[in-house]
T-cell receptor, first 111, second 115 residues
C-alpha cells in the first residue's frame, strides 16, 4: 500500500541553524500539506501546496518557513533560522481528493 | 475561522466495553468533512473514520461509528468492543471544501483501554 514517507525521523539542531525536512508524498496525489504538533498539544496546519505553489498558509508559517517541490517527488519544508519554539513534530500529508494521508513525522529538537 | 473542541482531555474504558468521545465544532460553512484520527504512542496519524456533511447517514467502520448532528455541530465517535490497541490520542478534525482542504484539529482526547 502506498504511503507518505518523511526523513529524517529525528533532527537535532542548534538555535539559528537552517533545517530542511523532507517528505515523499504518495505518487499520484496532487495536494500536499505540512502540519506541526508541539509536544502535548494539538496538530496545527502550516501550509498547503498545489500545482507547484502555496494555496493556503497559517499565521505560523512566517518568513522563516518555505516549502518546495524540487523534483516532482520530494516535498520539503525549510526553516531558515530555527528558534527554540520550533521544537515539535512536523507531519507531511498528501491527498488526492478528500482523505489526507500522513507521514510518520519528523521530530525536530532545537537546542 | 473554524474551531474544533474536544471537551474530554482523558477517558478510560474497560476492554470489550463501549466508549464515546465528544467533539463539537463551529463553522459558517455548509459543505465540509469531519474526521477522527488516531495517534498511538508512535505518533503516526491514522484516519479512523470520516463523515461528509451532506450525508445524513452516520458513518461506520467496523467497531467505529459516529453520531453526526449537523444542526448541533456535534460529531462524536463511538468505539464498540474496545481493544487494548485502541489506546491512543484521538483527534477530531474539520475540513472545509472551500478553504484549501486544510484540516483544523481539536485538542485531542487521550483514551486508555484497561484490561
Amino acid at each position: 500500500e502506498p504511503e507518505v514517507t518523511q526523513t529524517p525521523s529525528h533532527q537535532v539542531t542548534q538555535m539559528g541553524q537552517e533545517v530542511i525536512l523532507r517528505c515523499v508524498p504518495i505518487s499520484n496525489h496532487l495536494y500536499f500539506y505540512w502540519y506541526r504538533q508541539i509536544l502535548g498539544q494539538k496538530v496545527e496546519f502550516l501550509v498547503s501546496f498545489y500545482n507547484n505553489e502555496i494555496s493556503e498558509k497559517s499565521e505560523i508559517f512566517d518568513d522563516q518557513f518555505s516549502v518546495e517541490r524540487p523534483d516532482g517527488s520530494n516535498f520539503t519544508l525549510k526553516i531558515r533560522s530555527t528558534k527554540l519554539e520550533d521544537s515539535a513534530m512536523y507531519f507531511c500529508a498528501s491527498c488526492d481528493r478528500v482523505e489526507q494521508f500522513f507521514g510518520p513525522g519528523t521530530r525536530l529538537t532545537v537546542l | 475561522a473554524q474551531t474544533v473542541t474536544q471537551s474530554q482531555p482523558e477517558m478510560s474504558v474497560q476492554e470489550a466495553e463501549t466508549v464515546t468521545l465528544s467533539c463539537t465544532y463551529d463553522t459558517s460553512e455548509n459543505n465540509y468533512y469531519l474526521f477522527w484520527y488516531k495517534q498511538p504512542p508512535s505518533r503516526q496519524m491514522i484516519l479512523v473514520i470520516r463523515q461528509e456533511a451532506y450525508k445524513q447517514q452516520n458513518a461506520t467502520e467496523n467497531r467505529f461509528s459516529v453520531n453526526f448532528q449537523k444542526a448541533a455541530k456535534s460529531f462524536s465517535l463511538k468505539i464498540s468492543d474496545s481493544q487494548l490497541g485502541d489506546t491512543a490520542m484521538y483527534f477530531c478534525a474539520f475540513m472545509s471544501i472551500n478553504a484549501g482542504n486544510m484540516l483544523t484539529f481539536g485538542g485531542g482526547t487521550r483514551l486508555m483501554v484497561k484490561p
